[in-house]
């Protein structure tokens, strides 16, 4: 029988002149040096409804997720 693979969604950028990342896989999110509203957001969607996310230079992001079965977009440019 096949193992099923485990995927992961990696988004690496900076914010306050030092590195930041997040990471996405089967147990869940993973986060550093993130702003403090993406964090929030972060830690109040459900690891499986997050679609997408990127993060840039000077503590910009996008994140897609779902919320309440509609796709949803939060961004800082």
Same mark, same amino acid.
């Given at each position: 029988?096949?193992?099923?693979?485990?995927?992961? =969604?990696?988004?690496?950028?900076?914010?306050? %002149?030092?590195?930041?990342? *997040? *990471?996405?896989?089967? #147990?869940? /999110? +993973?986060?550093?040096? !993130?702003? %403090?509203?993406l +964090?929030?957001? /972060?830690?109040? !969607?459900?690891?499986?409804?997050?679609?997408? $996310? @990127?993060l %840039? @230079? #000077?503590? =910009?992001?996008? *994140?897609? $997720?779902l919320? %309440?079965? =509609? +796709?949803? =977009?939060? +961004?800082?440019?």
């Amino acid at each position: 029988m096949p193992v099923p693979k485990t995927h992961y =969604r990696v988004a690496l950028g900076e914010y306050g %002149g030092q590195h930041s990342w *997040v *990471v996405q896989s089967a #147990k869940g /999110l +993973e986060w550093n040096n !993130i702003p %403090g509203d993406l +964090e929030n957001l /972060l830690r109040t !969607i459900a690891t499986h409804d997050v679609l997408d $996310f @990127s993060l %840039g @230079s #000077k503590g =910009r992001y996008y *994140v897609k $997720f779902l919320s %309440g079965g =509609r +796709e949803k =977009r939060s +961004e800082q440019a």
